[in-house]
């Protein structure tokens, strides 16, 4: 018999729970209001009394009503039809509630029961499994979708039986497995997973070294992250923060994307349930939602369930990566989670940590973070989930406990600048102030010259050296006037305006700008940077700027052109006939 | 309030803080309402027996064989079309000597909206003041504040707002006005012959600060009777956020919560989210847009406040005085409505766009050449035509008592373009300047 219990105090969404049998910490029970149910999670126990949040309104509630506990922590459901699918931060389905308004204890089955997939075997009868191992794949949309051996499961196991090919439905028997003692386990399409625990069914983690390709190029040439990386990106208010997203949804070479709305605002989120449906998905030909799930709790849903939002999100994330798939992973923003916690922690009267944030916001932080990464599967696939995560810090300063001990973790910083998004430069990552820390990991920098050039992290710290150098020339240009420096504080400004022009700004909006391959990311940081060992010959300073520009404008036409098209060679011819003005010769150093 | 006959009468209190009492009672709901002698009262806290009473208007005078009656029941409103044209204080009683509105009776504190039910905001709301409609244009389902110092004349401009808006409904929420403000409001509506369509909910500075919590969900629960019941169009204001914020800070306090930043709650922006995120188009047509006032301490948009507000509100709108003509704009360089390019061109005429960029950017050039001219350098010819065309801009246009339709805000800027400037230096496309560029005898 599992436990029940009686409500013995209620202080907003905390309830104390006087109960008649074991309980778990973060154990999920259902209390009583009427005809409807609340879930609640325990996050304390004293004595008998164990102290629950509860995820929605606790208006109308009174001492006594009872609860049940159910024996299992906060639990998602996996299985074929996540995929396409708009959840709240407990997995609801939002498209299948009734009505306008959320109405409180309404909840749904994750998972259409209805719907049925095409099964092909992987394994076979009779076959040594375990934990995370492939019995056979079901099509879901166009990917195809593992059917595994459940995770909870620990040692070996025999298959007995396997479903043979044919349609079915989640809930049906794919498979049977005994274990040692000959004891008979049914396995269907769906198993269900702790969200706080980590999926571990992989055989090794190593340190991430294989290159995401994003097609943003201030991303991938400058501060480059990689398959199973972290990021993440502080936010002010109106810096092109969603437009980035999309970017990276859109573009980068990842096979799953989730997003976890967590506590932003409701229209915002709106457009992404509007836009993505539209967004065609440039490596499938098809709509860009097929592979994307949306876990929205925004900022006016029930709190506690904001903090379960992103644990739900990273569970389907790693359930993806189980099947030896490439998952990117964005939370918007993880800040709102934070204060999700800070709300909580208040109301257990705990002591507090800076800024009233519960003392061990940093542990919980970096091991979430830790959730990321790209593993060696058992059968030896690989599989990764890459984890970006904005944070908006108050008042936009980045000294606050959520940005510091983001910063902690998370291995690249893309800075969102509120200047380069007032002069429309965009995108408006900072490219001074942002870094990539993988691009001192020594098997990063031999994938790097194994598979894509001899000299990327070279040219990164190049371009980068370039960039301050300009910014420094600029800001003495600011203080003694155009005619009080030299005229190489003019053409080292201007360097660095090639780099930012033709390498670090780039059009959303435009069909062969918006997304560069790898290839020609090469091929034109190499030209610019080739460009910027040039010297240059002026007479005064006011020659400079013009020149510069019509440089600037040729490799601009350049990105605009088909690589390596009619229109592409014409604009580079251009480009050598500018330089040859110059009378260009590379500098020897 | 009137008690009825059956219901249990508690006279004893156990403790008594100042802004709480605490008795023993059994069978009593979370949120349920309570009079004790004579005071409105919430159950904030239940602990076995123990139940913790919010009093409203603060406990002074409250002895301990105080009278304690449970109403069974949450705060709630009446709503129906006789919400209209009246005024009522925090609880949603009349304060105007007119009668009880009879209606049905609604919790207040409604669910949050499906978000995929949600339609994107579409439909442009026009106020006739240029600084919004021109160049942060409203979209209905928007939630916009102010940023306004105190002494900068923010409810003067949303008397206008709610006078002017295009909007079914609109319905004001007035947080710690001083009684003042409160009868200018009421002289305004009554004046412009335009009650039938306004709501007020009250809450002055003679009130216990702690009643205003509840004027923005006493606002909202009409706003969603209007917008989802009658499908019509409503338009929130709410004056002054911040005094709301402090009246939470108060609560918490006397709750002995822990402080965050800026001795703020740590719920704060979960408790202004939900607020404003009542702002919604929804499917069937009916639309909540919210237009706030967040006073600032000395233009600090850094304070906890304010900073909240910029995360959830969908852009903000800046009030300053125009020195050069002396009368107060809508800031075009700070100013931002996030939602404007869903309207701007689709719902507006095509060169809207072109003419908000082009405007401004001048604007811009003309405040550099006042720098230059602080500075003691010479101005060049252009430079004094900005100037020139940024006196005329600000009074004609961003004047907030300036009250014209669209379509003329843009005619008046292809006017001043052409009194001021050659076609070549707005740099506008080619088409447009075609097609509306004032002929030769039109600007004189």
């Given at each position: 018999m599992s436990t029940t219990g009686k409500v013995s105090a209620i202080i907003a969404n905390l309830v104390y729970v006087e109960v008649d049998g074991p309980v778990g910490q973060n154990e999920i029970c259902y209390i009583k209001l009427g005809d409807v149910n609340l879930m609640a999670e325990v996050i304390k126990v004293i004595g008998k009394y164990a102290y629950v949040q509860v995820f929605e309104s606790t208006s109308g509630l009174k001492i006594n009503d009872t609860v049940e506990f159910t024996g299992h922590m906060l639990e998602v459901s996996l299985g074929p039809g996540i995929l396409e699918r708009n959840y709240d931060g407990l997995q609801n389905d939002l498209d299948q509630m009734d009505g306008i308004f959320l109405k409180r204890g309404e909840y749904t089955e994750a998972l259409n029961q209805e719907k049925e997939y095409e099964f092909t075997p992987i394994a076979s009868e009779g076959d040594q499994v375990s934990a995370g191992a492939w019995l056979g794949e079901v099509k879901e949309n166009w990917v195809s979708h593992k059917i595994m051996v459940p995770f909870k499961l620990t040692g070996e196991y025999t298959i007995k039986s396997l479903a043979k090919e044919g349609s079915y439905k989640v809930t049906d028997t794919m498979a049977i497995l005994t274990d040692k003692e000959g004891q008979e386990i049914t396995v269907t399409m769906i198993q269900k997973w702790p969200v706080k625990r980590p999926i571990k069914s992989y055989k090794e983690k190593p340190r991430p070294f294989k290159l995401l390709e994003t097609g943003v190029r201030t991303i991938d040439s400058l501060n480059p992250i990689v398959e199973g990386g972290t990021g993440f990106i502080p936010g002010p208010f109106g810096s092109g923060k969603t437009v980035l997203q999309h970017a990276l949804s859109r573009q980068a070479e990842a096979d799953i994307i989730v997003i976890a709305a967590c506590g932003e605002r409701a229209n915002e989120v709106v457009e992404i349930f509007k836009e993505f449906p539209e967004l065609e998905d440039p490596r499938t030909g098809r709509k860009l939602i097929e592979r994307t799930t949306i876990i929205a709790n925004t900022s006016n849903m029930p709190v506690a369930a904001r903090e379960a939002s992103v644990y739900t999100a990273m569970t389907i994330s790693e359930y993806y990566r189980s099947m030896g798939l490439r998952v990117m992973m964005l939370a918007d923003s993880t800040s709102r989670w934070a204060q999700a916690l800070r709300e909580m922690s208040n109301r257990m009267e705990e002591l507090p940590g800076p800024d009233a944030f519960p003392m061990d916001l940093s542990s919980i932080i970096s091991n979430f973070y830790a959730r990321a990464g790209y593993v060696y599967l058992n059968n030896g696939a690989t599989g990764s989930v890459t984890f970006i995560g904005t944070v908006s810090p108050a008042g936009g300063n980045l000294k606050e406990p959520v940005t510091e001990n983001t910063k902690k973790v998370a291995r690249c910083f893309y800075a969102l600048s509120q200047q380069r998004a007032d002069s429309k430069r965009y995108p408006a990552i900072d490219p001074i102030d942002s870094y990539s820390k993988y691009i001192e990991y020594d098997e990063f920098q031999e994938y790097l010259n194994e598979n894509i050039s001899q000299n990327w992290i070279d040219n990164i710290l190049k371009a980068k050296n370039i960039l301050i150098r300009g910014k420094e020339a600029s800001e003495q240009i600011n203080i003694l006037g155009d005619d009080g420096v030299p005229i190489d504080y003019h053409i080292n400004f201007w360097k660095s305006e090639i780099i930012d022009f033709a390498i670090l700004q780039q059009d959303a909006f435009d069909k062969i700008d918006s997304a560069t391959p790898i290839e020609r990311q090469e091929y034109m940081f190499n030209k610019v940077l080739n460009i910027c060992d040039f010297d240059f010959e002026f007479k005064n300073f006011e020659e400079v700027a013009g020149y510069f520009k019509r440089v600037i404008n040729a490799l601009k036409q350049m990105n605009y052109s088909e690589y390596k098209s009619e229109n592409f060679k014409k604009h580079e011819k251009e480009l050598g006939q500018i330089l040859e003005e110059r009378k260009a010769e590379p500098v020897s150093n | 309030m009137e008690t009825k006959a059956f219901q249990k009468i508690y006279t004893k209190v156990t403790e008594i803080t100042k802004a709480t009492c605490t008795l023993k009672a059994t069978g009593i709901g979370y949120d349920e309402l309570a009079v004790v002698n004579d005071r409105l009262a919430q159950v904030v806290k239940i602990r076995g027996e123990d139940v913790t009473l919010q009093v409203f208007s603060g406990t002074e005078g409250i002895p301990t064989d105080a009278e304690v009656v449970f109403m069974g029941k949450s705060h709630t409103l009446k709503v129906g079309d006789e919400l209209a044209g009246r005024f009522f204080n925090a609880y949603g009683q009349p304060i105007d000597n007119g009668p009880e509105v009879s209606g049905e009776e609604r919790e207040i504190n409604s669910p949050s909206v499906n978000p995929v039910r949600r339609q994107q905001p579409s439909e442009l709301i026009s106020t006739g003041i240029a600084g919004i409609d021109l160049n942060n244009t409203l979209v209905t389902g928007q939630k916009i504040p102010f940023f306004a110092?105190?002494?900068?004349?923010f409810n003067q401009v949303m008397a206008m707002v709610a006078l002017r808006a295009q909007a079914d409904k609109i319905i004001l929420g007035g947080m710690g006005l001083t009684n003042d403000d409160y009868l200018f409001y009421k002289n305004v509506f009554d004046n412009a012959d335009a009650l039938d369509r306004i709501i007020s909910f009250v809450n002055t500075t003679e009130d216990p600060p702690v009643e205003r919590l509840l004027v923005p969900d006493m606002a909202l629960t009409a706003a969603e009777y209007f917008a989802v019941d009658k499908k019509q169009k409503v338009l929130v204001l709410l004056t002054d956020m911040t005094l709301f914020a402090d009246a939470l800070s108060i609560v918490s306090n006397r709750m002995d919560q822990i402080p965050s930043k800026d001795s703020m709650p740590g719920s704060l922006y979960s408790d202004l989210a939900k607020i404003y995120e009542k702002a919604v188009q929804f499917p069937e047509g009916g639309s909540i847009t919210i237009v706030a006032v967040t006073t600032l301490s000395g233009g600090d948009i850094t304070h906890a406040i304010p900073d909240n507000t910029g995360y959830i509100t969908e852009g903000q709108l800046f009030l300053r005085t125009d020195s050069d003509i002396g009368k107060v704009v809508v800031d075009p360089f700070r100013s931002l409505s996030r939602l404007k390019q869903l309207v701007i061109g689709e719902d507006t005429r095509e060169d809207h766009g072109q003419v908000m960029n082009t405007a401004i950017r001048l604007f811009a050039d003309a405040s550099n050449a006042r720098t230059k001219l602080e500075n003691g350098f010479d101005l060049t010819d252009y430079d004094k035509r900005t100037l020139d065309f940024a006196k005329e801009y600000s009074r004609q246009l961003l004047a907030i008592d300036v009250n014209i339709e669209i379509d003329e805000m843009l005619d008046v800027g292809w006017k001043l373009f052409a009194k001021h400037f050659k076609e070549a230096e707005v740099g506008i496309k080619k088409n447009l300047v075609d097609k509306y560029w004032p002929k030769q005898e039109e600007t004189e």
């Amino acid at each position: 018999m599992s436990t029940t219990g009686k409500v013995s105090a209620i202080i907003a969404n905390l309830v104390y729970v006087e109960v008649d049998g074991p309980v778990g910490q973060n154990e999920i029970c259902y209390i009583k209001l009427g005809d409807v149910n609340l879930m609640a999670e325990v996050i304390k126990v004293i004595g008998k009394y164990a102290y629950v949040q509860v995820f929605e309104s606790t208006s109308g509630l009174k001492i006594n009503d009872t609860v049940e506990f159910t024996g299992h922590m906060l639990e998602v459901s996996l299985g074929p039809g996540i995929l396409e699918r708009n959840y709240d931060g407990l997995q609801n389905d939002l498209d299948q509630m009734d009505g306008i308004f959320l109405k409180r204890g309404e909840y749904t089955e994750a998972l259409n029961q209805e719907k049925e997939y095409e099964f092909t075997p992987i394994a076979s009868e009779g076959d040594q499994v375990s934990a995370g191992a492939w019995l056979g794949e079901v099509k879901e949309n166009w990917v195809s979708h593992k059917i595994m051996v459940p995770f909870k499961l620990t040692g070996e196991y025999t298959i007995k039986s396997l479903a043979k090919e044919g349609s079915y439905k989640v809930t049906d028997t794919m498979a049977i497995l005994t274990d040692k003692e000959g004891q008979e386990i049914t396995v269907t399409m769906i198993q269900k997973w702790p969200v706080k625990r980590p999926i571990k069914s992989y055989k090794e983690k190593p340190r991430p070294f294989k290159l995401l390709e994003t097609g943003v190029r201030t991303i991938d040439s400058l501060n480059p992250i990689v398959e199973g990386g972290t990021g993440f990106i502080p936010g002010p208010f109106g810096s092109g923060k969603t437009v980035l997203q999309h970017a990276l949804s859109r573009q980068a070479e990842a096979d799953i994307i989730v997003i976890a709305a967590c506590g932003e605002r409701a229209n915002e989120v709106v457009e992404i349930f509007k836009e993505f449906p539209e967004l065609e998905d440039p490596r499938t030909g098809r709509k860009l939602i097929e592979r994307t799930t949306i876990i929205a709790n925004t900022s006016n849903m029930p709190v506690a369930a904001r903090e379960a939002s992103v644990y739900t999100a990273m569970t389907i994330s790693e359930y993806y990566r189980s099947m030896g798939l490439r998952v990117m992973m964005l939370a918007d923003s993880t800040s709102r989670w934070a204060q999700a916690l800070r709300e909580m922690s208040n109301r257990m009267e705990e002591l507090p940590g800076p800024d009233a944030f519960p003392m061990d916001l940093s542990s919980i932080i970096s091991n979430f973070y830790a959730r990321a990464g790209y593993v060696y599967l058992n059968n030896g696939a690989t599989g990764s989930v890459t984890f970006i995560g904005t944070v908006s810090p108050a008042g936009g300063n980045l000294k606050e406990p959520v940005t510091e001990n983001t910063k902690k973790v998370a291995r690249c910083f893309y800075a969102l600048s509120q200047q380069r998004a007032d002069s429309k430069r965009y995108p408006a990552i900072d490219p001074i102030d942002s870094y990539s820390k993988y691009i001192e990991y020594d098997e990063f920098q031999e994938y790097l010259n194994e598979n894509i050039s001899q000299n990327w992290i070279d040219n990164i710290l190049k371009a980068k050296n370039i960039l301050i150098r300009g910014k420094e020339a600029s800001e003495q240009i600011n203080i003694l006037g155009d005619d009080g420096v030299p005229i190489d504080y003019h053409i080292n400004f201007w360097k660095s305006e090639i780099i930012d022009f033709a390498i670090l700004q780039q059009d959303a909006f435009d069909k062969i700008d918006s997304a560069t391959p790898i290839e020609r990311q090469e091929y034109m940081f190499n030209k610019v940077l080739n460009i910027c060992d040039f010297d240059f010959e002026f007479k005064n300073f006011e020659e400079v700027a013009g020149y510069f520009k019509r440089v600037i404008n040729a490799l601009k036409q350049m990105n605009y052109s088909e690589y390596k098209s009619e229109n592409f060679k014409k604009h580079e011819k251009e480009l050598g006939q500018i330089l040859e003005e110059r009378k260009a010769e590379p500098v020897s150093n | 309030m009137e008690t009825k006959a059956f219901q249990k009468i508690y006279t004893k209190v156990t403790e008594i803080t100042k802004a709480t009492c605490t008795l023993k009672a059994t069978g009593i709901g979370y949120d349920e309402l309570a009079v004790v002698n004579d005071r409105l009262a919430q159950v904030v806290k239940i602990r076995g027996e123990d139940v913790t009473l919010q009093v409203f208007s603060g406990t002074e005078g409250i002895p301990t064989d105080a009278e304690v009656v449970f109403m069974g029941k949450s705060h709630t409103l009446k709503v129906g079309d006789e919400l209209a044209g009246r005024f009522f204080n925090a609880y949603g009683q009349p304060i105007d000597n007119g009668p009880e509105v009879s209606g049905e009776e609604r919790e207040i504190n409604s669910p949050s909206v499906n978000p995929v039910r949600r339609q994107q905001p579409s439909e442009l709301i026009s106020t006739g003041i240029a600084g919004i409609d021109l160049n942060n244009t409203l979209v209905t389902g928007q939630k916009i504040p102010f940023f306004a110092d105190p002494d900068q004349p923010f409810n003067q401009v949303m008397a206008m707002v709610a006078l002017r808006a295009q909007a079914d409904k609109i319905i004001l929420g007035g947080m710690g006005l001083t009684n003042d403000d409160y009868l200018f409001y009421k002289n305004v509506f009554d004046n412009a012959d335009a009650l039938d369509r306004i709501i007020s909910f009250v809450n002055t500075t003679e009130d216990p600060p702690v009643e205003r919590l509840l004027v923005p969900d006493m606002a909202l629960t009409a706003a969603e009777y209007f917008a989802v019941d009658k499908k019509q169009k409503v338009l929130v204001l709410l004056t002054d956020m911040t005094l709301f914020a402090d009246a939470l800070s108060i609560v918490s306090n006397r709750m002995d919560q822990i402080p965050s930043k800026d001795s703020m709650p740590g719920s704060l922006y979960s408790d202004l989210a939900k607020i404003y995120e009542k702002a919604v188009q929804f499917p069937e047509g009916g639309s909540i847009t919210i237009v706030a006032v967040t006073t600032l301490s000395g233009g600090d948009i850094t304070h906890a406040i304010p900073d909240n507000t910029g995360y959830i509100t969908e852009g903000q709108l800046f009030l300053r005085t125009d020195s050069d003509i002396g009368k107060v704009v809508v800031d075009p360089f700070r100013s931002l409505s996030r939602l404007k390019q869903l309207v701007i061109g689709e719902d507006t005429r095509e060169d809207h766009g072109q003419v908000m960029n082009t405007a401004i950017r001048l604007f811009a050039d003309a405040s550099n050449a006042r720098t230059k001219l602080e500075n003691g350098f010479d101005l060049t010819d252009y430079d004094k035509r900005t100037l020139d065309f940024a006196k005329e801009y600000s009074r004609q246009l961003l004047a907030i008592d300036v009250n014209i339709e669209i379509d003329e805000m843009l005619d008046v800027g292809w006017k001043l373009f052409a009194k001021h400037f050659k076609e070549a230096e707005v740099g506008i496309k080619k088409n447009l300047v075609d097609k509306y560029w004032p002929k030769q005898e039109e600007t004189e």
